[in-house]
């Protein structure tokens, strides 16, 4: 099956300071690239979604300009989380859906996750 | 406003036992819906989804589940489980049947030898 790849698969850092996450597809184009997070014992929720050469689109509740998403290429998204603090602290994961097709003939294929702690 | 409810936040079974897990919905047409299984340092991987049709779904894995409108429910179930099975297991809906999915909060499936 297809392959997504994140990383880094787990991020320390300080209270204020940025954090960039990268989600790739390894051998197959994305169109559409979604990024979700989960927190502990919790379902996953879904923060975006962004497709590629074109602004992500935002959950309702999910700062835009805290979580900024760029989805540069059909392999490559980004999540950077921007003046992070504690209570971003939280596990990212991302999914890729293939370009050609619709959600009702291609699979989402998740990331193994992003674990983020901020000091 | 969609969602999916998953009862069992933890289930202990023996290897070779049966399994079902429950998962229930709340959409107003006939949804799209998913299970999908974490195990630790993976991503979450696809077991089956229905779309329409047959409402008995076979999956990866030697996993099928069931879609009952009657009962708003999309359980999943295995004859015999294997120790492999051991997981997180996530049933899903697709909001109003587009790319977005809303997650179940999970449940942990633990097995025993």
């Known amino acids: 099956g297809a392959v997504v790849s994140q990383h880094p698969s787990r991020v320390i850092c300080k209270s204020g300071t940025s954090v960039k996450i990268e989600c790739r597809s390894l051998d197959f184009q994305a169109t559409t690239m979604f990024w979700y997070r989960q927190f502990p014992k919790q379902s996953l929720m879904l923060m975006a979604t962004s497709n590629e050469g074109s602004k992500a689109t935002y959950e309702q509740g999910v700062e835009k300009d805290k979580f900024l998403i760029n989805h540069a290429s059909l392999t490559l998204s980004t999540l950077t989380v921007t003046s992070a603090h504690p209570e971003d602290s939280s596990f990212y994961i991302c999914?890729?859906?293939?370009?050609?097709?619709?959600?009702?003939?291609?699979?989402?294929?998740f990331g193994p996750g992003t674990r983020l702690t901020v000091l | 406003a969609q969602s999916v409810t998953q009862p069992d936040i933890h289930i202990t079974v023996s290897e070779g036992a049966s399994l079902e897990l429950r998962c229930n919905y709340s959409y107003g047409a006939t949804p799209y819906l998913f299970w999908y299984v974490q195990s630790p340092g993976q991503g979450l991987q696809l077991l089956l989804k229905y779309f329409s049709g047959d409402t008995l779904v076979q999956g990866i894995k030697g996993f099928e589940a069931e879609f009952k409108r009657s009962q708003s429910s999309f359980n999943l179930r295995k004859p015999s489980v294997h120790w492999s099975d051991a997981a997180e297991y996530f049933c899903?809906?697709?909001?109003?049947?587009?790319?977005?999915?809303?997650f179940g909060t999970g449940t942990r499936l633990q097995v025993f030898p």
């Open positions: 999914s890729a859906r293939g370009s050609g097709g619709t959600f009702y003939t291609d699979t989402q294929y």
């Open positions: 899903a809906v697709a909001v109003d049947n587009t790319d977005k999915l809303i």
